[in-house]
């Protein structure tokens, strides 16, 4: 869970960065709406690699 958590904190955190750079005007607001997709699919794919992580070691115990 810890490490979910953290993921989510660091998809929090580069969509700040974003945002910020959007209002800077260094990115525009396509390129922030298609960075934050990014952002999340990346997210989306840790979270489930370690959820599949998780998994297969409570099953790995669960077998000893």
């Given amino acids: 869970e ?12 580069a969509v700040e960065v974003l945002k910020k750079m959007e209002k800077d005007s ?20 840790y979270i489930k690699k370690i959820e599949d992580t998780f998994k297969s070691k409570e099953k790995e115990i669960m077998e000893e």
């Fill in 2 to 13: 810890e490490s979910k958590i953290a993921m989510r904190n660091l998809r929090r955190d």
């Fill in 26 to 45: 260094k990115i525009t607001e396509d390129e922030l709406k298609k960075y934050t997709k990014e952002v999340q699919d990346v997210t989306d794919d």
